[in-house]
């Protein structure tokens, strides 16, 4: 027998709003709140909402973790990490806990931290070179982590020790798919995506989506190298591939094709380094400066430039022209989708997410942004 619907109170007058579809208001979105690290050279290098939306978790170059209220719109507390450094910072399925990578000192290890009261739960460890995703079943407690020493590991949250392990070629990035019985993993080294089945953890892939036909369309100046994200839409139709670029790879999630490349202006750059040997000495760390909504029609992320934000509709006609990159690369017109709407605002946006509960975004570069659509869009 299923249990109660446990309906969450509204959110606050002005707070994000749960109730519009997003396509009513997603040309509406406008930073409403602003929020600035003690110290101004600080970089935000990751972010995530807990499941229940109401919470943000953000890790700062400076060692240091900042939690966000959300819904009421303000600055939780400072969870500080000095020795080990911060990176990626995930929460678990229990809105008071978070994992992380380290980034300080050699030390590999991933940390699961409550931030109740700032203790570390358990370690993970296994890597031998800095982690380069880590990615939470929607489903449980399981999560995946990738890293530069070439490898996948597979974990349950109750133990130390991991459930599995893949060797590969560069799989930096990795995602679930919304059943949480798929797992993607991304090598860029290959210009390939794998597609696994969770339950045959340890067999070979049951796909494998070739991306050097796009990469040379489309990005043939950073072949095999400067992905940023991997995320599949939560309809599970559609799997985006991040790039540090002009732009990014939407591909049809069971079949591996382009459906459309998000373009953005040639010449754009996200401000974070991505995933690759000596990323961590080469600049700032990032996740992807995009993201897809939570009805998975749009893209959102970064310009590429030093403002305003950028959206992409995956419903609308990608725009299609004979070039002779596409012709020498065999893969016919190139599908190119333009933005359908840019979003103000002042600073560049280099890290993107959205919140999984609510019409709200959150940007970061040097400080943390809260956008909401406009009061008068509003139910």
Known sequence: MAGPVVVPPPPPPGGPQVTQKTSEVIGSFR??????????????????????????????????????????????????????????????????????ASTKGGDDTIRYLSTHDNMFIRYFRAHTAPVTTIALSPASDTFLSCSLDDTVRLWSLNSPNAQGK?????????????????????????????????????????????????????????????WTRLEFSNDGKSLLVGTNGPGHFLLDAFSGDLKAFCGRRPG???????????????????????????????????????????????????????????????TGPPQILHPSTHLPFRARSAVVQWNPRYNMIASADREVVFWLPEEGTRA
Request: proline share 7%; hydrophobic share 35%.
């Open 166 to 226: 893949l060797n590969l070629a560069t799989p930096y990035l990795a995602a679930f798919d919304p059943s949480a019985t798929v797992i993607a993993i991304a090598s860029p080294a290959t210009s390939s995506i794998l597609l696994y089945d969770l339950r045959n953890y340890d067999k070979a892939p049951f796909a494998t989506f070739d991306m050097r036909p796009y990469e040379t369309t489309h990005t043939p100046t950073t072949i095999a190298r400067d």
């Open 31 to 100: 930073a409403t709140k602003l929020f600035r690290p003690p110290k101004p050279e600080t970089c935000i290098t990751s972010l995530d909402f807990d499941d229940s939306g109401e919470f943000l978790i953000a890790a700062c170059d400076d060692e240091s973790l900042q939690l966000y209220n959300a819904k009421e719109g303000k600055h939780v507390k400072t969870l500080l990490s000095k020795k080990y450094g911060a990176h990626l910072a995930r929460f678990t399925h229990h809105a008071q806990s978070v994992l992380y």
């Open 268 to 330: 754009s750059l996200s401000g974070r380094v991505a995933p690759g040997p000596g990323f961590t000495a080469r600049g700032v760390p990032g996740q992807g400066d995009m993201c897809f909504s939570a009805d998975g029609r749009y893209v959102v992320g970064g310009s590429g430039q030093e403002k305003d934000m950028l959206v992409w509709d995956t419903h609308a006609q990608p725009t299609t022209s004979s070039t002779t990159a596409a012709t020498a690369a065999g």
